[in-house]
C-alpha cells in the first residue's frame, strides 16, 4: 500500500519533516516515491507547505494519509476538496 507520511530531516534537536509518498513497507526515512511538501514544527506558527495538485492526484490513485498527515492535510483544506471531488463524481 502507498502512505502520504512524514519523513524526518534535519539536526538532532532540531526535526523538521517533508511530506512524502511512500510504501508502507520501507523504513520512515527510506526509500519515498516523490516528495509532496514539508512541515516544521519549531517555527511560531507550524510551517506547513504541501502541494496541493500532486497530494490530490496521489489521493485519488488510492494513497492513505497517516493521522499526522491527515490532520496536516486538513488544516491546508487539502481533505475538504478531495471529499468535494469524490461526491461530484
Not at 14 to 28: E, F, G, L, Q, W
Request: glycine share 6%; aromatic share 6%; net charge positive.
Amino acid at each position: 500500500m502507498v502512505k502520504i507520511r512524514l519523513r524526518r530531516v534535519g539536526k538532532r534537536h532540531k526535526a523538521s519533516y517533508r511530506v512524502v509518498i511512500a510504501d508502507s513497507r520501507s523504513p520512515r526515512d527510506g526509500a519515498f516515491i516523490e516528495v509532496v511538501g514539508h512541515y516544521n514544527p519549531l517555527t511560531d506558527p507550524a510551517t506547513i507547505s504541501i502541494n496541493e495538485e500532486k497530494t490530490l492526484k496521489w489521493l485519488n490513485c488510492g494513497a492513505q494519509p497517516t493521522d499526522t498527515v491527515s490532520s496536516l492535510l486538513r488544516k491546508a483544506g487539502i481533505i475538504d476538496k478531495f471529499k468535494q471531488q469524490q461526491t461530484s463524481d
